[in-house]
């Protein structure tokens, strides 16, 4: 069955570092999303990614976060300059029609912690 | 901006009861999906709902969507120690094309 897959798994990083999060998502898919979760919280939005540009973003995604594709598998996650607060599980998810019009398949996420 | 409620935030079920975990919307919904998160592990789908009072059902879990399509319940019977985890539900509001995820319910198990 086809997965999303994200790496690495967890990523352990410096206060004011930028980090890249890396995923494939499944083949078909053509809808591609970030989401956060902070530990023991809901999972939140970040940005959803068509047609190679943004389609909606979260007021979390400020100017540290950038999203690219930059070939045809890959979808990466850029944070410019890591603060503590943005410690957390990032799941990308990717989905085969547009936001949550349709199933969407979630990543085994990447854990980050920022020291 | 639209917000998604989900209660309770925990529930401690003893093995063989029936519990139901509801979620409500700030808006009108087009549609709502449920996802289930194991502990460690990532939110996988179970379900989307998208008429007005739907009511669908997978074995012993029972998804239910309101008349207003603002709000939602999933209904747990006989509730096994697989149960274990945490449900969210997450709407997609009307002209949007982002999911709003509920805070969730964490679901424990007493065997």
């Known amino acids: 069955e086809p997965e999303v897959t994200q790496t690495p798994s967890h990523q352990v990083t410096q206060m004011g570092q930028e980090v890249i999060l890396r995923c494939v998502p499944i083949?078909?898919?053509?809808?591609f999303y970030w989401y956060r979760q902070i530990l023991g919280q809901k999972v939140e939005f970040l940005v959803s990614?068509?047609?190679?540009?943004?389609?909606?973003k979260s007021e979390i995604f400020d100017d540290q976060f950038s999203v690219e594709r930059p070939d045809g598998s890959n979808f990466t996650l850029k944070i410019r300059s890591t603060k503590l607060e943005d410690s957390a599980m990032y799941f990308c998810?990717?989905?085969?029609?547009?936001?949550?019009?349709?199933?969407?398949?979630f990543g085994p996420g990447t854990r980050l912690t920022v020291l | 901006g639209q917000q998604v409620m989900q209660i309770p935030q925990y529930q401690h079920v003893q093995e063989g009861e029936d519990f139901t975990t509801y979620c409500n919307s700030s808006?009108?919904?087009?549609?709502i999906q449920w996802y289930k998160q194991r502990p460690g592990g990532h939110p996988v789908f179970l379900i989307q709902?998208?008429?007005?009072?739907e009511v669908k059902k997978q074995k012993r879990l029972t998804f239910q969507f309101g008349e207003a399509k603002k709000n939602s319940s999933l209904h747990i019977t006989a509730t096994q120690t697989t149960d274990v985890g945490t449900y969210f539900c997450?709407?997609?509001?009307?002209?949007?094309?982002?999911?709003?995820f509920g805070a969730g319910t964490t679901v424990t198990v007493r065997a």
């Open positions: 083949s078909n898919h053509l809808y």
């Open positions: 990614f068509y047609n190679n540009e943004i389609s909606e």
């Open positions: 709902l998208v008429k007005s009072g």
């Open positions: 808006t009108t919904l087009s549609n």
């Open positions: 997450a709407g997609l509001a009307l002209y949007d094309y982002k999911l709003s």
């Open positions: 998810a990717s989905s085969v029609v547009a936001g949550g019009d349709n199933e969407q398949f």
